[in-house]
């Protein structure tokens, strides 16, 4: 049973206009939350992150959006550039948990089209 | 970058072979992780370690062994591989541990492939 979905294997879009990645969680401990991203023969580099006392954490082109009440939370990306075509992985915890609790969903391959 | 090196990063094997991949860090951090990729299933943690020869279980143990003799050290073991742990591998390290922690720094990965 995944505590995590991303329910999006994979989204295209064009250059310059937004990305929106989706994940849903449905264990209601979880209240920390992130984002990290993934290119090929990489490893995964921590993006963003957002806690549960917010609904919103912006870093530059980079916005997480956190619906508690839905379980929801949806990571945006203005404007989209080529350079962001990588698999997004949404991963959750409770904040008062170790990182060892962290429990990731099965990714998002993004791309963006020139 | 965190110096994170893993060893090898492809290696391919005989079902019921020993099989031990390597996890070097230049941070000095205390906490690392074995993570498992496979399509479908996102990341999963097999074990990880709290320090120097401390170590315990994740949700994917079974089939795993792993050992921490040094800071900078952490092996992962499969005693007789199957062909169900053919996956990419990825070690991991953060700082922090407790709450509000879950940044981690991934090493490059490596590929198993198990016939």
């Known amino acids: 049973d995944q505590q995590v979905k991303q329910n999006s294997p994979s989204l295209s879009v064009q250059e310059g206009r937004i990305s929106i990645l989706n994940c849903d969680y449905t264990n209601s401990m979880f209240d920390y939350f992130l984002w990290y991203k993934k290119y090929p023969a990489e490893g995964p580099t921590f993006l963003i992150s957002?806690?549960?006392?917010?609904d919103k954490n912006e870093d530059g082109r980079f916005t997480v959006f956190l619906n508690k009440s839905a379980k929801h939370l949806s990571l945006h990306i203005v404007p989209s550039q080529p350079g962001d075509s990588a698999v997004y992985f949404c991963a959750a915890k409770p904040s008062s948990g170790s990182a060892r609790q962290l429990t990731f969903g099965s990714g998002t391959q993004l791309t963006v089209l020139p | 970058d965190a110096g994170i090196t893993q060893s090898p990063r492809h290696k391919v094997t005989e079902t019921g072979t020993p099989v031990t991949l390597r996890c070097h860090q230049t941070e000095n951090h205390r906490y690392m992780y074995w993570y498992r990729q496979d399509p479908g299933h996102g990341l999963r943690l097999i074990h990880y370690s709290y320090g120097v020869k401390d170590t315990d279980k994740g949700e994917v143990s079974d089939g795993y062994s792993v050992s921490r003799s040094k800071t900078e050290d952490f092996l992962l073991t499969l005693e007789s591989a199957t062909s169900s742990q053919t996956s990419v591998y990825f070690c991991a390290i953060s700082e922090s541990f407790g709450a509000n922690s879950g940044e981690l720094f991934f090493g490059e990965g490596s590929r198993l492939t198990v016939l």
């Open positions: 957002i806690s549960s006392i917010k």
